[in-house]
């Protein structure tokens, strides 16, 4: 395809944001996204120890993700499906939320193709999509691919999370990623791919997501995908936990996608359901042991505590001494 034919869809400002699950090679998408002429927004947060080559996303979006998921008692790290349940946020609370990121938004650089890459927004990304609309943005979306044991690898590296909780967060984060993006133009792009030929991958992002990707710094690209970037490699068998198929399952359609070759979206659906209805079970019971927990606690302390109950614990004490 013709660099022409790239540019034939702008007509309005268009935001690209990039999902999927982090540790993910979201980074890495990005920043070689804006070196191939996408524009990322202003005050990024930097590098780091879990991530020196970058992170390539706003702090503000960051913050503000932070503060409602907060405000919902959830974070990065939540397994669960919760803020997915119907009547999670409420009619005032969803505008107010809006309203917020829409105050994001306008920050952005007046630019043909901005790049938005903040993990969390893969789970918020009915409130981000619905600002970025009613702000007059144009929405696509890239959504980065990696083996699921790599990721568990690099998560256990990074924040010590263990394989059960990762391999959770990679069933989540990826099958919301590909569930909420369906109308919208996009395109799957596999880390270890990504790293093997970027120009293949860029090229197939400018075809599908029709925009020029051809503006590129490619001694910086080089420079950037170095190979220390890729420290957790796999190449076997996916591991299954929770005596399913659903990482294996998901894993492979998503690969396939990322490839350009047919996958079976239906597998996803049937993946999803099964999750939330054992997410939304096992949290039932787990909250209910909770509450039994502490009423029970509750109930000890307060016979402790009782003053004949604790002048008999002091009798029984000087007894046992003077015997």
Not at 136 to 160: C, K, N, Q, Y
Request: one cysteine or more; hydrophobic letters at 45%.
């Amino acid at each position: 395809m013709s660099p022409a034919a790239h540019t034939t869809r702008v007509s309005h400002p268009l935001i690209v944001f990039v999902m999927g699950m982090g540790r993910s090679g979201t980074s890495a998408l990005t920043r070689v996204l804006s070196l191939c002429g996408a524009t990322l927004p202003t005050v990024l947060f930097g590098a780091n120890r879990g991530n020196p080559a970058g992170h390539w996303e706003p702090r503000a979006a960051l913050d503000l993700n932070e503060a409602i998921l907060y405000r919902h008692g959830s974070n990065w790290y939540d397994p669960t499906l919760r803020l997915q349940e119907e009547g999670t946020f409420d009619a005032k609370e969803q505008a107010a939320y809006i309203a917020e990121i829409g105050s994001f938004l306008s920050t952005l650089p007046t630019e043909p193709v901005v790049l938005i890459k903040e993990p969390r927004i893969t789970v918020l990304a009915s409130l981000w999509f619905e600002a970025a609309r009613r702000a007059g943005f144009d929405i696509a979306v890239t959504i980065a691919v990696r083996h699921p044991e790599e990721v568990v690898a690099s998560l256990a590296a990074r924040d010590r999370v263990s394989p059960q909780l990762a391999r959770a967060l990679w069933l989540k984060y990826n099958l919301l990623a590909e569930r909420y993006t369906r109308n919208l133009p996009r395109v799957f792009v596999e880390y270890s791919n990504l790293l093997d030929d970027w120009r293949r991958e860029m090229t197939r992002v400018g075809a599908g997501l029709k925009i020029d990707l051809n503006n590129r710094d490619e001694a910086a690209i080089e420079q950037f995908l170095r190979l220390d970037l890729y420290r957790q490699r796999h190449r076997g068998p996916v591991t299954e936990p929770f005596g399913t198929d659903w990482i294996s399952a998901a894993h492979a359609a998503l690969s396939a996608a990322a490839r350009d070759e047919p996958w079976d979206q239906s597998e996803l659906d049937r993946v999803f359901r099964a999750y939330t209805a054992s997410e939304h079970g096992f949290r039932a019971a787990f909250e209910d042991f909770h509450h039994h927990f502490n009423s029970k606690v509750v109930r000890f302390h307060s016979l402790v505590v009782r003053p004949s109950i604790t002048k008999l614990v002091r009798v029984l004490a000087a007894t046992a001494h003077r015997a």
